[in-house]
């Protein structure tokens, strides 16, 4: 089993920026890659970056792309997502994922607010 658990959320003006955290504990050597999501009010959760664990190889959502990046340290088995040039927009609970060994996303943390005021 893995475990996962985000921190770094809050509120912060529009321009400004965050950097969330996600820490891995458990059976991390099973870790193919792990991801951020987000869930805004009354919308359906979606994919914003991940990254191979490995291979630190990231991939983006286009409405991210060039203001939040993803990285990890695995001598930590923490994930992070620094996220610059916020937008109201990017209000969400943010979520970190864990792809076990490629059979999909799961588990999950248990999500943190993000408030980007206008």
């Known amino acids: 089993q893995v475990q996962l658990v985000e921190s770094g959320g809050g509120l912060v003006q529009a321009g400004g920026s965050l950097r969330l955290s996600c820490a891995a504990s458990?059976?991390?050597?099973?870790?193919?890659?792990m991801g951020w999501f987000r869930q805004a009010p009354g919308k359906e959760r979606e994919y914003v970056a991940a990254i191979r664990w490995s291979a630190s190889i990231t991939y983006y959502s286009d409405s991210v792309k060039g203001r939040f990046t993803i990285s990890r340290d695995n001598a930590k088995n923490t994930m992070y997502l620094q996220m610059n040039s916020l937008k109201p927009e990017d209000t969400a609970v943010y979520y970190c994922a864990a792809d076990l060994g490629g059979a999909g996303w799961g588990p999950w943390g248990q999500g943190t607010q993000v408030t980007v005021s206008s």
């Open positions: 458990g059976r991390t050597f099973s870790i193919y890659r």
